[in-house]
C-alpha cells in the first residue's frame, strides 16, 4: 500500500497533468521575485481577448453570451487558461477538467445556433466550485488524501466520478459552465488553505500572505480572475474571509436560501449550526445573477432543508427606492462595530472601518454605533458546535491515509478524539443559542429608537477579521466571522481599501481592550511592510433571510467607495 | 415539605376554585350514566344565547365581533361559562382566568365604543392555549407537580407569572382574549392526557375513550365548545391526534411558520425535530384566520426562529380557483396511503379513507395510491429523537417533586434516565433524516408522470393513528404521526366520520400485515360496541411550508364530505 505522501503526490501531479502543455509556465517565479502575480504580472501570458474576456465580470459575460455576442467556447477556453496560470502560481484548485468544461460550452453555442437564444440566464458563464461540489467525471477530495478514489472516503458505492450534487443540476440547467473545483484546507474548519495534497494555496496578492479558507481556493482563482464567479460555503467565515482576503464580495446567506443537497462536507449532521453555500465574485451583480437564477430552479422541490423563498424583488425594489433617493426620502441607517471588545482590529481595517463611515454619510444615510449583546459569548458557543463530536470526524477522515493534520488545526482539534458533547449537552447549546438569537433580534428592533429614521438599522458593518490579509499561521480569531453564522444572519463581504505602508502605520502603543493575549498578538504581528498592498474587506450584515436587501444595500457602498480597493 | 400528592391536589382544588359557584355542576355523572358529555348534555346548562354563541365557529364569531353585533364580553363570558362546565366534565384545564379574560374583553368593547372599530381582526375572539404558553397572572405547570409555583421548574427567576410567551403578546395586539390553559400528559410525549395534577382527560364525546395528547385538554375542551378555536403543539402527532379524536380541524404547520418563542417545552434544545405550534378548531376557516391574523404581526421580527414568509393569498388563490373549476381544468390530485405496512387501520378509519376517496371523486379529482419510502424506517429514526437525552430531561421534571411518570410514557423513558447519545450519534440521525427527506421529496416529484394531471400530486390522505378514539393504554402506534413531523410537512388533521356499530363490524379474520404484534393488538381490541359514536378524523399532508395551498384543500375535502362527522 502507497504511503500518503506518494497518494497525495500522485494526486497533485494529475492535477497538473490537466492542464494543457501549451499553458504550462516554464517557471513559477518566487515570492522575493515576484510578491503580487495578480493583475499586470498574470496578464503577460494572455491574449488581449483573453484578457478582456476574463477581467469582465459576471453579468457582463451573461450580458454577450446570452446575446451571442460571445461564444460561450471562447469564454471558456480564455478562463480555463487563465485559471490553469493561477493553479500554476498559487495552488489554488483540486480539480481540472477543461475537456469537459469546453465540450458543453460547444453545446451551448450550438444550442444557441439553433435557437437563437440562450439555455438560461447563465448560458456561457464559467462558475468555479469550492471542492465540496459533486461533479460527474471528477473526484471531491476536499484535500484528504483519504478521500481520493473513494466517494467522500468510502470505495465502491457506484457513486464516485457519477453523482452530482444538486446545485450543479441546477446550475447545468442555467446555462453555467463548469470546469474547475478549487481549494480548501482539509477539515474546512480553518482561515487558511492548506492541505496534504495541493499543499498551500497562497495570496495571489501577497505570496507572503494567506488567501483565507476555508473557501480559499475560490478566493485566490478569482483573485487571478481565473474565475469570474465561484460558489463556497461558510460555516465560520469561509466565504467571507476569502473573500476580503482577496478583494471580493462573497455573500453567506441565511440557511436554508440555497440548496446544500448532495456536497461532501466535514462533520455530517451537525446541524446546531449549519454550513451555507454562496456566491464570490468581483461585483455585487455577480452575486446576485446567481443567487436570483438558482431560485428560479425551485430549489426547494429537490433540496428539502431550502425554504420556499422564490427571489423577492419587491423587497429589492423597495431598497432600491430609498438609495435612489439619498435620504432625500426615508435614511437608511447602518450600524458599525467597530471592535469586539476581545481583538483591536489593526489599522488598516479600521481605516477601512473609517472609510465606511464616510461612504455611508456622503451617500446621505445614518451611521449609529453598533451596541449589540456580547460577541465574544457568542463566539464561545459558536466554538463548542465545531467540537460537538470530540474531532471523531476530523481524525477518522485524517486516519483514512494515516496523513498528518495541520498544525493550526490541530489547535482545535488536538492529535486525536476527545469525548464527544452528550446530548443533553448540545441541547444546552441549541438553548443558548436560540436565546442568544432572540436577544440579538430585540436588540436589532431597539434601534428603531435610535435611528432618528424611524425604523430600525436596515444592516450593519463590521470587520470579517481584525486583520487584512494574514501571515500563515498568526491570527486563529474568527470571532467577527462565527456571531454571524451563530445568528444565521446573511452578510456580504464588501472589498474596501488596501493595506498601505503610509496610511496604516504601527500603533504608537498598545492599549489593551481585553485582556486577552490574542490582543497583544494581533497588534505585535503587525507589519506595514508586509502588509502593503494587501485587500481590505469589511462585512455587511443584516436580518436573517434579507439577502435581496442586502445585495442591494452592498452594491450602493461598494460602488460608493472612493480609492483602490 | 408537602408530598406531590398534597401539592397536586392544592393545585387541583384552585382549579376548580376558579370556577365561579355559579358556574359548578352539583354533580358529574358516571360514563355510565352519560358516555356523550357534548351536545345535548352540555346544553343543558347553557342559556340559548349562550349556546348560540359559544356553537358558533372562530370564523363566525368574529364576523359579529369585529362589528360590534356582538360584544366582546358577552362572547368571552358565554365561553368561560362552557368551559367551566367542560372541566368539570372531562379535566380539560390546567389554568382558568376568567376574571382577566373578562376584563381584557370589556376592555375591548371600550375600544369599539371608542373608535367605533376593532382593534384587530381577532377582536373579541376567545382562544384556549395549551399549557406550554405563558400567559401573566397565572402559572405553566404542563402538568408537572414540581413546576407548580415555578418558571419552568426553577424558582425565584422574577419570570413567575409576569412573562408571558410571543405569540400570547401576538393575539393581544390582535384582539384575542385569553381565558383558559388547558391539559396535557406530563412530558407531552404521549398520545392520551394525563398528569398528576389533574389526573386523566377523557373524551367528552365517549368518556370511555381518551381525548388524545398532547394537544388533548384543547381538544377535549373544543369538542365540548368550550372554545372556538385553540393553539397546540405537535412533535409527533399532538395536534393531529387530539383533532381527530374530538372530531376538529387542526393543522400542523412547517417548522418556522409560527413562532414557538417563550413557550415552555419539554426536552428543549432536541432540535433534530422539532415541535411545532398550530391552531385546533372547529372549521377550516378558524385555522386560516388565525393563522393569517399571526403572520399580519410580522413574528420573524420577534421570533428568530420564524421564516419570513407572510400569508401567501396567491398561493391560496391558485389553489382555490382549481376547487372552483371542479375538474374541469387541471384535476387536483391526491395520494391515498392506506396503511403503513405495519399496523392495519380498524373499520372505521378503513371506512374514513373510502368516504375520502369518494368525496375527491365526487368533485371532480384525482386519486392515486401513495407509494412513498417505507414509513416504519421514518418513524424508528424518529423515536430516536425522543430519547437523545436518554430520558434525562423527563427524570429531572418528574424527579423534582418525586412523582411517578404515567405507564405509558414510561414505555418510552423507563424509570431512569439511561445512557444519553453523543454528538456522533445524533449527527448519524440528523443525516438519516435528511436523507430520507430528500428521497420522500423525490417521490413526491415523481408523482407527475403518476397523476395524469401533468402535476405533482397536490396532497396525500392517510390515517392519523389506526384507531378512532383509542381506549386508555391501548395503542401505542404514533406512526402515522411521527412521519409527518421528520418530513416537516405540514399536516391538517379533518373530520370525516362517526364509528358505528352497524357500519364498521369486526373483521371476520385477521391477516397480519406485517408480524408486528401491535398490528394482531389493534386488531385484537376492537370492539364496535365501545367506538360506536367515536369520532374519526384523517390527515391531509402537504409538502412542506404549504400551509396556505393545504387549508383550501383541507376545507375543499371537509365541505365535501356527507353524512356526520
Redesign the interface.
Known amino acids: 500500500m502507497s504511503s500518503w505522501k506518494e497518494v497525495a503526490q500522485a494526486k497533485r501531479a494529475s492535477i497538473r497533468a490537466a492542464i494543457p502543455q501549451k499553458w504550462l509556465l516554464s517557471s513559477v517565479p518566487s515570492v522575493q521575485e515576484q510578491k503580487d502575480v495578480t493583475g499586470k504580472y498574470i496578464q503577460q501570458f494572455l491574449t488581449e481577448r483573453e484578457i478582456e474576456i476574463t477581467e469582465t465580470d459576471a453579468v457582463g459575460i451573461v450580458a454577450k453570451t446570452t446575446t451571442g455576442a460571445w461564444k460561450a467556447r471562447e469564454v471558456t477556453e480564455a478562463f480555463c487558461h487563465r485559471a490553469a496560470l493561477a493553479h500554476q502560481l498559487v495552488n489554488c484548485l483540486h480539480e481540472i477538467f477543461f475537456e469537459a468544461a469546453i465540450t458543453d460550452a460547444q453545446k451551448l453555442d450550438d444550442y444557441y445556433a439553433k435557437h437563437n437564444a440562450p439555455i438560461g440566464p447563465l448560458h456561457g458563464l464559467p462558475i468555479s466550485l469550492k471542492d465540496q461540489f459533486h461533479v460527474r467525471g471528477v473526484e471531491t477530495t476536499m484535500g484528504y488524501v483519504g478521500w481520493i478514489n473513494t466517494f467522500e472516503g468510502v470505495k465502491g458505492t457506484g457513486k464516485e466520478r457519477v453523482f452530482e450534487s444538486e446545485m450543479v443540476r441546477e446550475l447545468r440547467n442555467l446555462g453555467a459552465v463548469l470546469y474547475v473545483k478549487t481549494a480548501v484546507p482539509h477539515t474546512l474548519m480553518h482561515g487558511e488553505t492548506v492541505n496534504n495534497v495541493i499543499g498551500y494555496c497562497w495570496n495571489p496578492k501577497n505570496r507572503r500572505l494567506v488567501c483565507g479558507g476555508s473557501s480559499g481556493g475560490e478566493g485566490a482563482l478569482i483573485a487571478c480572475r481565473g474565475a469570474p464567479i465561484g460558489l463556497g460555503t461558510d460555516i465560520g467565515g469561509s466565504i467571507r474571509v476569502p473573500s476580503a482576503f482577496n478583494g471580493l464580495y462573497g455573500i453567506r446567506p441565511s440557511v436554508?436560501r440555497l440548496p446544500y443537497?448532495g456536497m461532501a462536507n466535514a462533520?455530517?449532521?451537525?446541524?446546531?449550526i449549519l454550513s451555507v453555500v454562496g456566491p464570490m465574485g468581483t461585483s455585487v451583480g455577480g452575486l446576485r445573477l446567481v443567487m436570483k437564477a438558482i431560485l428560479t430552479q425551485k430549489p426547494?422541490?429537490?433540496?428539502?432543508?431550502v425554504?420556499?423563498?422564490p427571489w423577492r424583488s419587491e423587497q429589492e425594489e423597495a431598497v432600491l427606492q430609498l438609495i435612489k433617493s439619498s435620504g432625500k426620502g426615508r435614511q437608511l441607517a447602518f450600524g458599525v462595530y467597530r471592535h469586539d471588545g476581545v481583538v483591536r482590529p489593526l489599522p488598516p481595517v479600521r481605516r477601512a472601518l473609517d472609510i465606511m463611515v464616510k461612504t455611508i454619510e456622503k451617500l446621505g444615510h445614518k451611521v449609529i454605533d453598533w451596541v449589540p449583546p456580547p460577541h465574544d459569548y457568542a463566539s464561545e458557543i459558536a466554538l463548542k458546535t465545531w467540537i460537538?463530536?470530540?474531532g471523531?470526524?476530523v481524525h477518522q477522515s485524517m486516519g483514512l491515509a494515516s496523513e498528518p493534520l495541520d498544525p493550526a488545526i490541530s489547535t482545535i482539534y488536538g492529535s486525536e478524539p476527545v469525548r464527544?458533547?452528550?446530548?443533553?449537552e448540545?441541547?444546552?447549546?441549541?438553548?443558548q443559542i436560540?436565546e442568544y438569537?432572540?436577544q440579538?433580534?430585540?436588540y436589532w428592533?431597539s434601534t428603531a429608537e435610535l435611528t432618528g429614521t424611524g425604523e430600525v438599522v436596515d444592516a450593519f458593518i463590521m470587520p470579517v477579521t481584525p486583520f487584512p490579509a494574514a501571515t500563515p499561521m498568526d491570527y486563529p480569531h474568527y470571532d467577527y466571522c462565527t456571531l454571524v453564522n451563530l445568528?444565521?444572519y446573511p452578510s456580504i463581504a464588501i472589498p474596501v481599501t488596501i493595506s498601505s505602508k503610509t496610511l496604516d502605520p504601527v500603533d504608537e502603543k498598545f492599549v489593551s481592550l481585553s485582556g486577552n493575549p490574542l490582543d497583544k498578538k494581533t497588534f505585535d504581528v503587525y507589519d506595514p511592510e508586509i502588509f502593503d498592498g494587501a485587500f481590505v474587506g469589511l462585512q455587511l450584515v443584516g436580518r436573517?433571510?434579507?439577502e435581496e436587501r442586502l445585495l442591494a444595500l452592498a452594491e450602493m457602498l461598494g460602488d460608493g467607495i472612493e480609492g483602490p480597493k
Chains 1, 2 share one sequence.
Open positions: 436554508g443537497e462533520m455530517q449532521g451537525q446541524n446546531s426547494w422541490l429537490h433540496d428539502p432543508a425554504h420556499e423563498i460537538f463530536d470530540g471523531l470526524d464527544e458533547f452528550q446530548a443533553s448540545i441541547a444546552k447549546v441549541n438553548v436560540r438569537r432572540k440579538y433580534s430585540d428592533n445568528l444565521d436573517r433571510l434579507h
